[in-house]
């Protein structure tokens, strides 16, 4: 979940086992939607994107899956390594303008 | 490498004094944008430039100011008049074309003494 105030949601998940972490956004017509991911003391760093005329992008060991009619993003990492511990936030932008919105992220954990 | 360089990486500030962030970029990108970051919130915009000699305030522009002279450079200044300057600050650019991402630097932390 996202937006919950001071403290960021977590996941823990071991090792090698697969990742979901999910987004609600909140413009319906929000058409363009960005996952990134930060690790401590360092800016965001891009890792995958998908248009609203998909419904699913795969990238490496990631896929984006959209559902327009829930307003609802997830992202799947495969296989999870220790350097995929980090925070990752979704961003959602509306084509007609420069600004994106980020949600306040969530905490991965990767326990080996 | 193309990237986008922010600096200093930690800076301080007194009281009444202003301080500012540099960021560099040679994406050779149009739009630049400042952003702040609080623990356990979402990125808040702060100003955006599409263009040189150009720029918006974002959502939260109160207390601070920028200049964009030229295209790689989007300096921006934290005045005395912001009450509440300690955060993480990060500076993205993008080109200026619909559904490209935004690349971000590494931020600069700004801590009151």
């Known amino acids: 979940g996202e937006n919950v105030g001071l403290h960021l949601p977590t996941l823990s998940v071991q090792e090698g086992d697969n990742s979901i972490i999910n987004c609600a956004y909140s413009?319906?017509?929000?058409?363009?939607f960005i996952w990134y991911k930060q690790e401590s003391g360092k800016g965001p760093q891009f890792i995958i994107d998908?248009?609203?005329?998909?419904d699913k992008r795969q990238g490496q060991r990631v896929t984006v899956l959209l559902n327009k009619t829930v307003k609802h993003l997830s992202l799947q990492i495969a296989a999870t390594q220790p350097g995929d511990s980090a925070v990752y936030f979704c961003?959602?932008?509306?084509?007609?303008?420069?600004?994106?919105?980020f949600g306040t992220g969530t905490s991965l954990t990767v326990i080996p | 490498d193309g990237g986008i360089t922010q600096s200093p990486k930690y800076l301080f500030r007194k009281e009444g004094q202003n301080v500012t962030l540099s960021c560099e970029q040679n994406?050779?990108?149009?739009?630049m944008y400042w952003y702040r970051q609080d623990p356990g919130q979402g990125l808040r915009l702060i100003y955006y430039?599409?263009?040189?000699?150009?720029?918006q305030k974002g959502d939260i522009a109160e207390g601070y100011s920028v200049s964009r002279e030229k295209k790689e450079s989007f300096p921006l200044t934290v005045t005395s008049a912001q009450k509440n300057p300690t955060a993480f600050y990060l500076c993205?650019?993008?080109?200026?074309?619909?559904?490209?991402?935004?690349?971000f630097g590494d931020g600069t932390r700004l801590s009151i003494l």
């Open positions: 430039s599409q263009i040189v000699n150009d720029f």
């Open positions: 994406l050779n990108h149009d739009a």
């Open positions: 961003a959602e932008n509306i084509w007609t303008g420069n600004q994106f919105y």
């Open positions: 998908i248009r609203s005329n998909m």
């Open positions: 413009n319906s017509a929000s058409d363009y």
């Open positions: 993205a650019s993008s080109p200026d074309s619909y559904y490209q991402p935004q690349h």
